[in-house]
């Protein structure tokens, strides 16, 4: 008995050395298998070596699943051995959420043999997916290089029954995957190193760059293929530094020796700019850019860097200064020459010659020239039509920022949705529609004048923003958090009556003490009657040389009859009645529209004659008639009597017109 017992002994000791030197042999196999293999061919190797391990040790299942992220916790299925009828494994997993308990332990560096029904009660979400997936029992393997968190996890699965895992097979097992490991380090070291290389030449290719390398104490000098047909040398030539300094024109040889020599010394970055004679003996620019290699010793022993061909660019350059210099002229030029027409403008405008000697609008220009050189707010009041357009110009002219804009905003022309743009300026997409970004007006005006006219019609929600702008000179544009400074001199203009529009509610009251530090109340026309024969003087010479007309006199009924009408338009409307005189005039004497003059005057038919206020009534009304009472518009009524719509209904009111049912 005791010899069979013996026996017995021998033979399994000896099916377990001849099983583990089999394994061994399988193991050598595997590893050898992996030495010098490229890296596209890894993966599939793995699952190969998978199939042998399994079917020599009878495991029912291999899954090795890697991270897709650094510090990630989901895991991608990368190789799988399974035997005929295996459960389906899920491609994608989250490790944590998975296996709470055993990812704890494998990311500890701690390989995990266990059996479900053997799991401790905090293990309890493992315990329930091992039981979905089928698995009875497993070893779990970290794969991981030295102490660095695990890459990934191998498993070993038992499906089809309960298995009692040796040690010798846990060690066999961990030995499979720092094989593993090293070739799936190998492959991702690689890749990854091949797509930097491929972004390095992708880079290189881009800036048609070549290659260098300048070896210091031997002078030879490694050159690129592109290197070499940047410098002019053969693929087969044998180069040294002193052929390439030999290259360099003579007037930049030097500065870039001194640059290299620099670099080497300082171990800073070199850089240099220089010409090259070819062998065609044309002249090529190039830019060198490189960095100094330190040996073990911290010693520069080499140079390392890339050139790249600039001529375009110089040519560029050059070209860019001869047209720069011709620029300068014109501009010297075309700023003689604005000299006189800004001039002139001046003068058409009335910016030099504002017409009026009376007395009441005498203290108009004494405010005007009092205020203009100081950089006080501005508030002018007037009826429309009275001019406070010309005193805001002539204010700006007098002032220290004459050179500057002058930037004139109606706050009555603009719609009400679009004022906060025009003011600010706005950013691209700051709403529906606004395709670009637009500067607004403040920041044009900005060491200049923003002339506000019609400020009383400004949106109540605007008048803040506004009211910041005065106080701090700061603003945002719409659709941006950025704070735009400006310095810019505000003045402003209105017809309405701002106190009454501040007790009603429409207008700050913090507003209208900011406009109004320095009021200008310019009279209307029927308070400054002195002035009307100055400005009917004044338009006829205007409009008689812009008709190429000679008007000597003024008949004296004509006069009078100018002097005793109210002009509810005030300046603007004697402007457009002298105009049409012009028109109509054929001699030397003033000729005034029959229905220009006194309603009880008599024509030559013997016809009575309307008077002024009457004419301009059954004018209005013909003239919104034919327009179908549009006011606004090029096609409106306001565009062909060549006033502000904001003065067309004014008048509208004031003359008691109304519209048809």
């Known amino acids: 008995m005791k010899g069979d017992k013996l026996q017995g002994t021998k033979h399994k000791l000896s099916l377990e050395l001849e099983n583990r030197l089999q394994f061994e042999r399988i193991l050598t196999n595997i590893s050898t298998r992996f030495i010098d293999m490229p890296a596209e061919q890894i993966d599939a190797e793995i699952e190969d070596s998978l199939r042998c391990v399994c079917e020599f040790l009878n495991i029912d299942q291999a899954s090795l699943f890697q991270k897709l992220e650094t510090n990630s916790d989901i895991l991608s299925l990368t190789h799988l051995y399974q035997i005929p009828g295996g459960p389906e494994r899920p491609e994608r997993l989250d ?83 720092k094989i593993f490991t090293n070739a799936l380090s190998r492959k991702n070291w690689e890749f990854e190193l091949r797509e930097k290389e491929e972004r390095l030449n992708l880079a290189l290719d881009a800036a048609e760059a070549g290659v260098w390398i300048f070896y210091i104490d031997s002078g030879q000098y490694y050159a690129s293929p592109r290197a070499r047909e940047l410098y002019g040398f053969g693929p087969d030539d044998i180069v040294k530094y002193e052929d390439v300094y030999g290259k360099g024109h003579p007037d930049d040889r030097d500065s870039a020796y001194r640059a290299v020599q620099h670099a080497i010394q300082s171990g800073e970055l070199y850089r240099a700019e220089y010409r090259v004679a070819l062998p065609d003996k044309s002249l090529r620019w190039l830019l060198a850019i490189g960095k100094p290699q330190l040996n073990a010793n911290g010693v520069a022993d080499r140079l390392l860097g890339i050139t790249i061909d600039i001529t375009g660019r110089k040519q560029m350059e050059s070209e860019l200064k001869e047209r720069l210099k011709q620029i300068e002229e014109l501009k010297l030029r075309i700023e003689n020459e604005n000299l006189y027409l800004r001039k002139e403008l001046r003068q058409v405008k009335g910016f030099d010659k504002i017409v009026g000697e009376s007395k009441a609008f005498s203290s108009v220009i004494f405010s005007a020239d009092q205020v203009a050189s100081t950089e006080a707010a501005v508030l002018i009041l007037g009826e429309t039509g009275t001019g406070k357009g010309m005193v805001a110009n002539a204010i700006h002219q007098m002032s220290v920022r004459k050179d500057r804009p002058l930037v004139t905003v109606n706050c009555l022309a603009l719609p009400k949705n679009l004022i906060e743009s025009e003011l600010f300026g706005r950013e691209k997409g700051a709403f529906t529609g606004a395709h670009m970004k637009q500067i607004g007006r403040f920041e044009v005006a900005n060491g200049g004048t923003i002339f506000l006219d019609e400020i009383g019609e400004m949106p109540l929600e605007l008048q803040s923003k506004l009211l910041r702008v005065l106080q701090d000179g700061e603003f945002e544009r719409l659709g941006s958090a950025k704070t735009v400074k400006v310095n810019a001199r505000v003045i402003a203009a209105t017809h309405r009556d701002l106190r009454e529009e501040v007790r009603e509610r429409r207008f700050r009251e913090d507003l209208f003490y900011r406009l109004n530090v320095f009021p200008i109340f310019i009279p209307p026309l029927r308070q400054r009657t002195d002035d009307i024969p100055l400005l009917v003087e004044f338009f006829i010479e205007k409009y008689c040389r812009k008709m190429g007309k000679q008007i000597d006199s003024i008949p004296k009924a004509t006069m009078k009859m100018f002097m005793e009408y109210d002009w509810p338009g005030n300046v603007r409307e004697l402007e457009h009645v002298i105009e049409r005189s012009v028109i109509i005039t054929s001699g030397p004497s003033l000729e005034v529209a029959s229905r220009l003059t006194n309603s009880l005057a008599i024509d030559s038919k013997g016809e009575p004659l309307m008077d002024l206020v009457t004419l301009e009534r059954e004018h209005i009304l013909r003239v919104l008639q034919e327009t179908g009472w549009r006011i606004e518009g090029s096609s409106g009524a306001a565009s062909i009597l060549k006033i502000h719509p904001s003065t067309l209904r004014f008048r509208i009111k004031k003359l008691n017109i109304h519209r048809p049912e």
């Open 95 to 177: 490790a944590k959420a998975s296996f709470p308990w055993v990812v704890q332990k494998l990311f500890n560096g701690e390989t995990v043999v266990i059996s479900p029904e053997d799991l401790p009660r905090e293990a309890a979400t493992d315990k329930k997916t091992y039981t979905h997936f089928g698995i009875k029992s497993t070893i779990a393997i970290p794969i991981s290089l030295g102490k660095k968190e695990p890459m990934g996890i191998l498993g070993y699965d038992m499906l089809t029954e309960k298995r009692c895992w040796t040690d010798e097979t846990k060690n066999q097992l961990e030995l499979v995957s």
